[in-house]
Antibody
């Protein structure tokens, strides 16, 4: 059974930083691209970032480009999202989402339960 | 960026009803359209990929259709567990974008 477990969310002031992690199990992690998708309170889904299976290719939404960095450690089956220069509009539940292919992003067949990031002043 | 527009934004329906949700892309996306279901407090779940392919384990009452710019998700006979919010998502180019969601409520 595929499992994705996010961690690292919390409260942070504007301009601050957080590092999210996603620990994967139940599938061959190094064979798939992985993504971050967020959902602001009461709002819809927004794709944030994706990384290819080998980590060589990364993709970002314009809203986070230059502030967020996605990375992965295939030896530890773990995905990370380093979030810097956080803004109030980054407040959301952040989901880790497994891609269906190696490259990516494509569509997402398994999701974690999410971790809440709250940026407040 | 490709804009995805769903309609309606919400609907009320009864158990057993046939329900159709539409999704329109701001430019042609071929068949690269996917549908997700999300229940309150839960992560989204993949229902349909590449317009009309049913994800493993999803009941056959769900179906998808369309190509180019216009797509539809149909639930042939609404069940109690289907009351949720549904999102379309294009995987034609980056950034991947979602529709705003359609909330299906109990009449």
């Amino acid at each position: 059974e595929v499992q994705l477990l996010e961690s690292g969310g919390g409260l942070v002031q504007p301009g601050g930083s957080l590092r999210l992690s996603c620990e994967a199990s139940g599938f061959t992690f190094s064979n798939y691209a992985i993504n971050w998708v967020r959902q602001a309170p009461g709002k819809g889904l927004e794709w944030v970032s994706g990384i290819s299976n080998d980590g060589d290719s990364t993709y970002y939404a314009d809203s986070v480009k230059g502030r967020f960095t996605i990375s992965r450690d295939n030896s530890k089956n773990t995905l990370h999202l380093q979030m810097n220069s956080l803004r109030a509009e980054d407040t959301a539940v952040y989901y880790c989402a497994k891609d269906v292919l190696k490259g990516g992003p494509n569509w997402f067949d398994s999701w974690g339960q999410g971790t809440l990031v709250t940026v407040f002043s | 960026d490709i804009q995805m527009t769903q309609s309606p934004s919400s609907l009320s329906a009864s158990v057993g009803d046939r329900v159709t949700i539409t999704c329109r892309a701001s430019q042609s996306i071929s068949s690269y359209l996917n549908w997700y279901q999300q229940k309150p407090g839960k992560a989204p779940k993949l229902l349909i990929y590449v317009a009309s392919n049913l994800q493993s384990g999803v009941p056959s009452r769900f179906s998808g259709s369309g190509s180019g710019t216009d797509f539809a998700l149909t639930i042939s006979s609404l069940q109690p567990e289907d009351f949720a919010t549904y999102y379309c998502q294009q995987s034609y180019n980056t950034p991947r974008t979602f529709g705003q969601g359609t909330k299906v409520e109990i009449k």
